[in-house]
Nanobody, 119 residues
Framework: QVRLVESGGGLVQAGGSLRLSCAASGRTVSIYAMAWFRQAPGKEREFVAR????????AYTESVKGRFTVSRDNAKNTAYLQMNSLKPEDTALYYC????????????WGQGTQVTVSS
């Protein structure tokens, strides 16, 4: 079992920055990748970014490329999402998720942290 706790959300003006953190506990040795998803009101949850735990390989959805950076600190069992040049359309509830090598999807989820970008 892997437990995830997000933090770092808040209210920011357009053009500003926030850094989200996702602290993992439990069977962290089994983590293969961690990802960030978001869900805006009335919309489907969408993938934002992910990083593989060992190699640090990253991937991003097109709308955040060049603005968001996903990273991890293996010693702290924590993943981060640095969000720069924020836009009102980035407003959403942001979740982190984790999967092990044997998972085809992400079975472990945090509770979410709200990001609100004002225009």
């Amino acid at each position: 079992q892997v437990r995830l706790v997000e933090s770092g959300g808040g209210l920011v003006q357009a053009g500003g920055s926030l850094r989200l953190s996702c602290a993992a506990s439990g069977r962290t040795v089994s983590i293969y990748a961690m990802a960030w998803f978001r869900q805006a009101p009335g919309k489907e949850r969408e993938f934002v970014a992910r990083i593989t735990w060992s190699a640090g390989t990253t991937a991003y959805t097109e709308s955040v490329k060049g603005r968001f950076t996903v990273s991890r600190d293996n010693a702290k069992n924590t993943a981060y999402l640095q969000m720069n040049s924020l836009k009102p359309e980035d407003t959403a509830l942001y979740y982190c998720a984790a999967r092990t090598d044997g998972d085809s999807s992400y079975p472990y989820w945090g509770q979410g942290t709200q990001v609100t970008v004002s225009s």
